[in-house]
C-alpha cells in the first residue's frame, strides 16, 4: 500500500481491529475521572459526552500491537491518554473563552470559567495519580514531557501579540507543541516494552502525523462550515489566529488585501463579510495548496519512520492512519 492510496480510510477501520480494547480503554477514563462531588461528577458526565472519537488511544494501541502487545497496562495508559487530552482542550477553551466545542458548549460556557480551570486541573492530577499507581516511571517520563509541552506551546500562542508577524518557524514550533507532542506521546508510550529504535521511530512518527493533523484541521477552519466541523467556519479568523494558509498568503497579499486583513484583525468582532474576503484572497495565492503540500510531505516523512518497525498487521494500520488525517472532514 503506498501513501496516495491511503485516502479512503476510516477511523473505523482503523479502529474494529482494536475495537474490544478501545471498549475497555473507555471503561477506565470512567474510573479514571469518577469522583463523589457532585459538581466535579456533573461536568465530568459532560466532557464524556464531548470528548472526541479516540484516535490519540487509538494510536497507543495501534502502537502497542506494532511492537508485540498487548501489553498489560496498555488500556489504562491509552485512557491516561486521553484524560490528558480532555484536560488540554478545557484549558485551552477557557483560555480562548470558546463557547463551542464538537457542537457542543464548553465547560466555561455551561458552568464557569473558574470551573473550567479547576476541571482542567482535576483531570491532569488524575493522570498523574493513575500513572503512579502504575509505577512506570517510563510512561510517567514521557507523559510529564508532553504534558510540560503543550503548556509551552499554550504560552507561545498566547504572547503571539503581533499575529500578522507570526512566522512558519514560529508556528511550526507551536504546533509541535501543543498538538504534536501528545500524538507523539502516544505512539511512544504504546512502544515502550520495544527496543530503542522502534520506540524513537513511533515518536517520530506521532510528532510528524500530529504536526499535519494540525495543519489539515487549520485548513478545515478554511474549507468546511459548521454543519461539518462543529464549530463556525473561519473561527480561527474571527479570533484572530493565524495559522498556515495564511502565513503563506500575507507575504504575497496586494494593498487592498492587506488592508482588508488589517481592518479584520482590527475589529475585536470580525464580520462574516470580513472572514469571507479574507479567506478568498488566501485561497488566491495558494494559502490551501501550500498547507495541503507540507502535511502531505509530513506524511511521507512520517510512512518513512514506520520502516523502523518490524511488519505486521498493526503497523499498516498505523500507516493507515497517516490518509484518515490527510483526507478527514472534521
Not at 484516535?55 to 501489553?71: K, V
Not at 491518554?81 to 480562548?96: F, K, M, P, R, W
Not at 473561527?235 to 488585501?257: C, F, M, N, S
Amino acid at each position: 500500500m503506498t501513501l496516495s492510496q491511503l485516502d479512503a480510510v476510516t477511523l473505523l477501520d482503523l479502529q474494529s481491529p482494536v475495537s474490544s480494547r478501545l471498549a475497555r480503554v473507555e471503561l477506565e477514563l470512567r474510573r479514571l475521572i469518577e469522583d463523589d462531588f457532585p459538581l466535579i461528577s456533573e461536568v465530568n458526565q459532560h466532557l464524556l459526552r464531548m470528548r472526541g472519537k479516540m484516535f490519540r488511544p487509538t494510536l497507543a494501541l495501534l502502537a502497542d500491537e506494532a511492537t508485540g502487545g498487548p501489553s498489560p497496562h496498555g488500556e489504562t495508559l491509552a485512557a491516561v491518554i486521553e484524560l490528558i487530552h480532555l484536560a488540554t482542550l478545557v484549558h485551552d477553551d477557557a483560555v480562548d473563552h470558546s463557547a463551542l466545542r464538537r457542537g457542543m458548549p464548553t465547560i466555561n460556557a455551561k458552568y464557569s470559567h473558574q470551573v473550567s480551570v479547576i476541571m482542567g486541573d482535576f483531570l491532569y492530577s488524575r493522570a498523574v495519580v493513575e500513572l503512579s499507581r502504575l509505577g512506570d516511571s517510563r510512561a510517567l517520563a514521557v507523559l510529564a514531557r508532553v504534558t510540560n509541552a503543550m503548556t509551552v506551546g499554550e504560552m507561545r500562542q498566547l504572547l503571539a501579540h503581533d499575529p500578522l508577524a507570526f512566522t512558519e518557524e514560529q508556528y511550526d514550533l507551536l504546533i509541535k507543541a501543543k498538538t504534536a507532542s501528545l500524538m507523539s506521546g502516544a505512539c511512544e508510550v504504546g512502544g515502550l516494552t520495544a527496543p530503542t529504535a522502534e520506540r524513537e521511530a513511533l515518536a517520530r512518527f506521532g510528532e510528524k502525523l500530529g504536526m499535519a493533523f494540525q495543519i489539515v484541521d487549520d485548513l478545515l477552519d478554511y474549507t468546511e462550515d459548521a454543519a461539518t466541523t462543529g464549530k463556525p467556519s473561519g473561527l480561527d479568523l474571527r479570533e484572530h489566529k493565524v495559522t498556515l494558509p495564511l502565513i503563506h498568503a500575507i507575504p504575497q497579499l496586494g494593498a487592498e488585501e492587506r488592508g482588508q486583513l488589517q481592518r479584520l484583525m482590527d475589529n475585536p468582532e470580525p464580520t462574516q463579510a470580513e472572514i469571507t474576503a479574507v479567506v478568498a484572497a488566501v485561497r488566491r495565492h495558494g494559502g490551501l495548496d501550500y498547507a495541503r503540500t507540507r502535511a502531505q510531505g509530513l506524511m511521507a516523512e512520517a510512512d518513512a519512520d514506520l520502516g523502523s518497525l518490524r511488519p505486521s498487521p498493526a503497523r499498516e494500520l498505523l500507516r493507515a492512519s497517516l490518509g484518515f488525517v490527510l483526507e478527514r472532514r472534521h
